[in-house]
């Protein structure tokens, strides 16, 4: 069992593992440097039927994992699986027999509470849909999904418009996902107390990011479009229609003159430079829409502390990369999506304060992309828009984790991921100025393993760990996992607004200190050119 916050249980507990003190000397100084990297299991590892496929080649493969030096993997623990027999039928035997696996393989978990469906996404290459009982309260009303202003209903996820509605046989979202989380809890109480789990990923939107459906390519998004909002449902469009005329404007509609999703912004009178998002009316919208998702994630987090309260684990959320549009004045693509970051307002560091409200890990994504790789059209700033919310993070002081993208085998992408890891390189007498919390490879497939790739991967893993040998236990790479404890107080929306003052972000140095590639001087840099654009003519 974990253990609960209470003052009879308090005297048990180790209380410098409930406040760590890092000391100032270190015996094993590199190790202060070591940033543990996990793998991305296959998005359908476990089935729709819920069999855990094919157990013999994936233990073979976690071996091979686990010799390489890796030190876990992440799973989504898809909601359309273990629920889908009925409203609080909950069937875990198939990850249960997953987690002994990766136990039995000495490797750490990270699992996500995947609240939306698989399919629809870059990279989604199974179908796995929502509960069937959820989606058949959608047929009768189809507001409960987020809506184009077309009309468009997506199905990818529930609306946070009606996350406190009761529409689910009594329950609402917000309560369906409160009793997941908890029998999640009770059904895997075994690994939660021996410490398999290292942190539990909570799924705020699609894809698991907290974020609205504003591009999804089942419905005909094609990068690089800046997408489109998406609160046309009829809880939504009344939330706004009530905020505007207690703001005094009962006459404000939501935007109707903010394009396609497929379009540019100057296309659209809304993005264009000088373009609504610049008035009043467009800024009262904007802050609205974003802060729906502020309240949204906030809500959801407080719940997951609630039923992880006393657990050795920590809980972490997801921020999208939208790293496309961001060299342009109004940052469509991210504005569509809900993060309201414009060069003079960050919309990230809000996040970022409420996460820090449920001590949460903030993991982002696009950690291997460079500017240099993305077609010129899409105005794509990757590298900018990593610096900028890992340092909001870190500024929050929060542990901040990451990702890639999209697949890659090659050193530009591991050498990117590497800089991203440790902003200012390692520092050979303890820990580095600046380190991420760790970093999840995506993905396991087969192609990783063949040789040529394996083995980049491996060297990619020896300079994610600053050259030192696989460390099994965290905390002395000072990574200290204690009893989670209540959230602090709710921050009133005002505060999380004083957080989108721009700061500058921390500096990068320009090239990672860890290289992984054999190749060096100028040939290496010849290499990289042709590689950067290959992959430029190939998007």
Known sequence: ??????????????????????????????????????????????????????????????????AAGVDGVMVDVWWGIVESKGPQQYDWSAYRSLFQLVQDCKLKLQAIMSFHQCGGNVGDSVFIPLPKWVLEVGESNPDIFYTNRSGLRNKECISLGVDNKPFFNGRTPVQMYSDYMKSFRENMADFLESELLIDVEVGLGPAGELR?????????????????????????????????????????ELPDDAGLCNDIPESTKFFRSKGTYQTEKGKFFLTWYSNKLLTHGDEILDQANKVFLGCRVKL????????????????????????????????YRPVARMFGRHNAILNFTCLEMRNSEQPEEAKSCAQEL??????????????????????????EGYNQILLNAR??????????????????????????????????????????????????????????????????????????LEATKPVKPYPWIEATDMNVSEASGFFADIIAIILSVFRRNRN
């Open 316 to 347: 972490a959320a997801k921020i999208a990369g939208i790293h496309w549009w961001y060299k342009t004045e109004s940052h469509a693509a991210e504005l569509t999506s809900g993060y309201y970051n414009l060069n003079d307002r960050d919309g």
């Open 423 to 496: 902003p200012n390189g390692v520092n050979k007498k303890g820990p580095p100025k600046l380190r991420m919390y760790g970093v999840t490879y995506l993905r396991l497939t087969e192609k990783l393993f063949q040789k040529q790739n394996f083995d980049i991967f491996k060297i990619f893993v020896k300079k994610m760990h600053a050259n030192q040998d696989l460390c099994p236990d965290p905390e002395k790479y000072y990574h200290y996992t204690v009893p989670m404890e209540r959230s602090k107080p709710k921050i009133p929306l005002e505060n999380l």
């Open 386 to 411: 990593v610096q900028q919310v890992l340092s909001g993070g870190w500024r929050e002081n929060l542990e901040v984790a990451g990702e890639n993208a999209l697949p890659r085998y090659d050193s």
């Open 212 to 252: 609205y459906p504003s591009y999804q390519e089942s419905q005909g998004w094609e990068f690089p479009g800046i997408g489109e909002f998406n609160c046309y449902d009829k809880y939504l469009q009344a939330d706004f229609k009530e905020a505007a005329t207690r703001a005094g404007h009962p006459e404000w």
């Open 1 to 66: 069992m974990c253990l609960l916050q209470h003052s009879k249980v308090l005297p048990l507990l180790n209380l410098q593992r409930l406040a760590p003190i890092v000391p100032q000397t270190y015996e094993e100084p590199m190790l202060a440097n070591y940033v543990p990297i996990y793998v991305m299991l296959q998005l359908g590892v476990i089935t729709n039927d819920n069999v855990l496929e094919d157990k013999a080649k994936l233990e073979k493969q976690l071996k091979e994992l686990r």
